[in-house]
């Protein structure tokens, strides 16, 4: 028998299939079962595998006593009802981005992560990259001084789901996917600028969300595309920190800059990552030669490998080698600032954190193959 952590996927579209791959060289984990409701797709992905084990029902995988945690693979309004009851069942989770498609349903996940003691791990990938580990070290180190503003930015000029050609409808559809560009890139670019700056806690926010672009009207019909292709917002945090945040699928415009943090002392520019700061009443701008960290992380630090991607960081800490980066928390603050853009949008003004917390809904779908 393999000495590997026997994991499951649950949804064997695109996202499945990438985690699938993620896993295939891993020494500590192995895809022991599939999920997916389609049985055709089931078989196309284990046959091209070599998984053996497959189901079309997820609570029946869920009682299988050996499949130690499954990774979410599904559409965001469906992340929520699978978490908590593979978790429930007493698996950890490893689940897609965003953490779900409300902030509601987010914050239910966090509760079930809580009560059962299960852990719950979100994929926001943008966490361990050179850029952001670089940038935390410069912050932690007080160049930067006292941070003050950060800028989110995320842009395609042409790259929305489906109607563009990529992926299937449910990607561009409120009922499936909870929404679009925030949903889809802002994400990561949220949450990492929150994770540099310790999750600082909301007050309010402010925003619009626009999808004005022309697009195959026979491919909008199918799809019922009706979410964001930009979302513009501004939050306000404790102790003075804002940011803004401009992201899009679909726009006539230059692509935009990086995402950038502002300090007293200094700023960052994300990528490519550039330290901005004044020296002997000299204005300068470091680049962090990124790849030489990288080696010497790598043959010095025997943890850095720990932290070389979402999935690595995963399997690590199901085999117990390092604590876990707060994902779900950072997650949910990042939920809860998008949702707020939703909600300024739709009402026509600034809202308050407690407000979005108050105001959110659960919009998570029913599954048929869930309950025994």
Known sequence: MSD???????????????????????????????????????DFIGDKYGITRRFTHIGRLLLEKDIAAVDVCLHNNLHAPVSI?????????????????????????EEARQCTGRRLHIQLGLLYNDETKAARRLIEAGRLGRLYHMRSYGYRRRGRPY????????FVNMTTAGGGALFDMGVYHISQLLYLTGVPKLERVTGQTYAEIAMDEER??????????????????ENGLTMDILESWAIHARPFPSSILCGSLGGITLSPLTLHTREQDMESDLAVDLKAMNYLDHTVYADAAFYDNSQQHWAHVLAGNCPQIETARIALET?????????????????????IAARSVSRALEIPNLAL
């Open 163 to 170: 109607v563009d050609g990529y992926a299937t409808k449910e």
């Open 85 to 109: 009851a593979a978790m429930e069942a007493g698996k950890d989770v490893y689940c897609e981005k965003p953490m779900a498609g409300t902030y509601a349903d987010a914050l239910a996940m």
């Open 335 to 355: 939920q809860k600032v998008q949702e707020g853009i939703f909600m300024a949008a739709q009402l026509g003004r600034e809202v308050s954190a407690e407000e």
């Open 220 to 237: 909008r019909k199918i799809s019922g595309f009706n979410v964001e292709e930009l979302g513009c917002g501004f939050a306000f945090y």
């Open 4 to 42: 590997k952590i026997p994991l499951a996927i649950i949804g064997c579209g695109i996202i499945g299939e990438s985690h699938i791959r993620g896993y295939v060289d891993n020494p500590l984990v192995e895809v022991a079962a599939i999920c997916d409701i389609d049985e055709a797709r089931l």
